[in-house]
């Protein structure tokens, strides 16, 4: 009688893990043709903090980020801004439009001014790996007498 229970529980496993399989890699093929990829064409044009100015130890409440994307379709991807080699900020599965897209990301929790002075840049998913963004300049937060990221011709607030 215990080997038709083995035998019976044996055929019931094999049959969720037949099941289950297909929907399982079902999902992963939909992340990756979701997903932005190495060929799109990706730039920052604009990254500010906010509040702006902060006074020094003073919190990040997010990151204001402007995005052209040139892409034909929509792809789903990871931002993360960085300062170096620290995370600053992290949006996941943020949906990329065709075009300019601006998003906030909440800043880490951590992360204050200190210093003179602080340089950013941003990273995207691509195919499963972060690359930097492109930019036509770099983003720098300066002491005077508070810190700022406000430029010349700088986006309303």
């Known amino acids: 009688?215990?080997?038709?229970?083995?035998a019976f529980?044996?055929?019931v496993l094999s049959s969720l893990l037949m099941n289950a399989t297909p929907e399982t890699m079902?999902?992963?093929?939909d992340r990756r043709g979701r997903g932005c990829q190495r060929g799109d064409r990706?730039?920052?044009?604009?990254?500010?903090?906010?509040p702006d100015p902060v006074v020094e130890g003073?919190?990040?409440r997010a990151w204001k980020v402007r995005i052209n994307f040139e892409g034909g379709r929509e792809c789903e991807t990871d931002i993360v801004v960085r300062e170096g080699s620290n995370v600053v900020g992290q949006s996941r599965n943020f949906r990329m439009r065709p075009g300019?897209?601006?998003?906030e990301i909440p800043a880490v929790?951590?992360?204050?001014?200190?210093?003179?002075?602080?340089?950013?840049?941003?990273?995207?998913?691509?195919?499963?790996?972060?690359?930097?963004v492109d930019a036509a300049r770099r983003f720098c937060a300066r002491?005077?007498?508070?810190?700022?990221?406000?430029?010349a011709g700088d986006r309303g607030r």
């Open 58 to 60: 003073q919190r990040v």
């Open 1 to 6: 009688m215990s080997w038709i229970k083995a």
């Open 100 to 103: 300019v897209n601006e998003l």
């Open 109 to 132: 929790e951590g992360f204050r001014h200190t210093g003179r002075e602080h340089c950013f840049n941003v990273q995207v998913d691509l195919d499963g790996s972060r690359q930097q």
């Open 9 to 11: 529980l044996t055929g």
């Open 143 to 151: 002491q005077r007498p508070m810190w700022s990221m406000r430029e």
């Open 26 to 29: 079902a999902a992963d093929g």
């Open 42 to 50: 990706i730039n920052i044009q604009d990254l500010d903090m906010s």
